[in-house]
């Protein structure tokens, strides 16, 4: 039976589109800022990591906010990340960046332009037939305005994807202060300035990645209606109304 989403959470055509395209290598994702002449390219699809997620639940937040450290330091309550309100089968699943470049020229330097269009954890390889946005477990979806996006927020430009069952042991690393600085904590340094934090007593990971103010997250649907990717995106178009 072929897969129907709610339209009310469909993707629009320009969304799908960059959806779509941002991991097509070699396709054309626009153009430069400024100079229409300039395409930019997707180059590549990177596969940075992979990510444990023995719950089946999902956040994709940002690890720390602002507010939130100054909380946990305290030993007061803080609140609780945005978990997605999809559930997914435990397992371990590769967390993919989508390269562009589009080279351009700034006071007479030549720069390459290269940068992240899209972050991906893919929990399938079987084709994406249809967009829609990735509510949280908190969102009423019979509240939101239409062409509202439900989306996180993130005051140092970094988001995550972590398993929502180890959120408390994965995300303290990155609230831990002494003197105000932030204490070194035991990570994998990956491509593309990601990390890794593992809890090896729940065997889940956090993997963070640049989300610029934070970021709209996506759910890619096969025909089938299973979830094969979960994709966030940071200044592209929007949600259909």
């Known amino acids: 039976m072929e897969w129907t989403g709610d339209a009310r959470r469909a993707a629009g ?13 070699g396709a054309q994702l626009g153009t430069v800022y400024d100079d229409p002449s300039t395409p930019v390219v997707v180059t590549g699809i990177e596969e940075v990591t992979r990510l ?25 309550p803080t609140s609780p990340p945005r978990e997605l309100a999809e559930r997914f089968p435990p397992g371990t699943y590769p967390v993919d960046l989508a390269w562009t470049a589009g080279p351009y020229e700034f006071f007479g330097r030549h720069f390459d ?10 929990l399938r390889d079987d084709p994406v037939v249809g967009w829609e946005m990735g509510l949280g ?28 069952g180890a959120w408390a ?3 303290a690393p990155f609230r831990t202060y002494v003197d105000g600085r932030p204490v070194p904590r035991d990570r994998e340094e990956l491509s593309g300035g990601c990390e890794r934090v593992a809890d090896e007593s729940h065997r889940a990971d956090l993997v ?19 979830v094969a990717s979960v994709v966030v995106t940071s200044g592209m178009p929007g949600a259909k109304a």
């Open 13 to 25: 055509p320009e969304a799908a589109w960059y959806l779509d395209t941002a991991f097509t290598p």
């Open 113 to 122: 332009g290269v940068q992240c269009a899209a972050t991906r954890l893919r």
């Open 169 to 171: 042991a994965l995300s």
């Open 52 to 76: 444990h997620l023995p719950s089946g639940r999902l956040v994709v937040d940002a690890p720390w906010h602002d507010d939130e450290t100054w909380n946990h330091e305290r030993g007061l």
């Open 208 to 226: 963070t990645f640049t989300a610029e103010s934070g970021g709209v997250v996506w759910l890619g649907r096969t025909e089938r209606g299973d």
């Open 137 to 164: 477990v908190d969102d009423d979806l019979d509240r939101m305005r239409p062409g509202e996006q439900p989306r996180f927020f993130s005051d140092a430009n970094v988001g995550c994807f972590a398993d929502a």
